[in-house]
């Protein structure tokens, strides 16, 4: 009985060994495979990497908006001017809107280099929407050019020179509304431009490629609605032409 358990013991020591020994080698196999700090390469991490400030991010916008001569809001490439009691915003890239010479005016310009002036009088308005679009409002009082339209043009108003009234072009209205359109209210129209104040000129387009002028003259109405039409009423005053003719 007593071989026995000398037996049994001397079992349990040899298992004990054996687990121990395996240990051993695991804990030497380990120790092999670990990294020697002398080994990393300094030259291929660069920690600063992990803590440099990140590169400021771009809001992709193009926007500029300026109240009564103070610019409110400024990002990107659009550019926005205004004096006393006046309003130019413009979204787009490189899209300009100035409303700056007189009081209460009012210009908006959205499209890429799309331009809105309005000014040297009071309470005028340019609105230019679209692609290159183009809208001129000013050099008289209570004038409105409105152009819609990739490559749209208008202008509404007197002439000036050098930031001086030359003609004054008062309550004068051009729209146009589609591609490549041009539309002129005012005194310089025509083969033979007005030296004295016009007023309530109206030049209108509704289609592509057209053109309408009025002017030269006060009370002037011309209206070109279709495709590659020119309207003109100018030399004189309370002329009308509407293209297509009735």
């Not at 051993?24 to 300094?42: C, K």
């Not at 509704?206 to 609605?225: H, K, P, Q, R, V």
Request: aromatic share 8%; hydrophobic share 45%; glycine share 16%.
């Amino acid at each position: 009985m007593k071989r026995t358990n000398a037996i049994g013991q001397l079992g349990m020591l040899a298992v004990g060994l054996g687990i121990a020994a395996a240990m051993g080698a695991g804990s030497a196999s380990a120790d092999s495979t670990a990294v020697d700090p002398a080994a990393i390469d300094t030259a291929a991490f660069d920690p600063s990497a992990l803590i440099a400030d990140p590169a400021p991010a771009t809001s992709g916008l193009d926007v500029a908006i300026s109240i009564d001569g103070s610019t409110l809001f400024q990002e990107g490439t659009a550019t926005a001017y205004s004096g006393a009691d006046d309003i130019a915003i413009a979204y787009g890239s490189n899209a300009v809107a100035d409303a700056g010479g007189g009081t209460g005016d009012f210009a908006f310009a959205d499209g890429t280099d799309a331009q809105a002036y309005s000014g040297l009088g009071n309470e005028d308005s340019a609105i230019a929407i679209g692609a290159d679009s183009f809208a001129d409002a000013g050099t008289g009082n209570g004038d409105i050019g409105f152009a819609d339209g990739s490559g749209t043009g208008v202008i509404a108003g007197g002439e000036s020179n050098a930031g001086t009234v030359v003609v004054a072009g008062d309550d004068s209205y051009a729209s146009a509304f589609g591609t490549n359109d041009f539309a002129y209210a005012g005194p310089d129209v025509g083969s033979v431009p007005s030296t004295a104040d016009v007023t309530g000129d109206i030049a209108s387009v509704i289609g592509n490629s057209s053109e309408a002028l009025a002017g030269a003259g006060s009370y002037d109405f011309a209206g070109a609605f279709g495709e590659g039409l020119t309207s003109s009423a100018t030399g004189a005053n309370f002329l009308f032409e509407l293209m297509p003719s009735l």
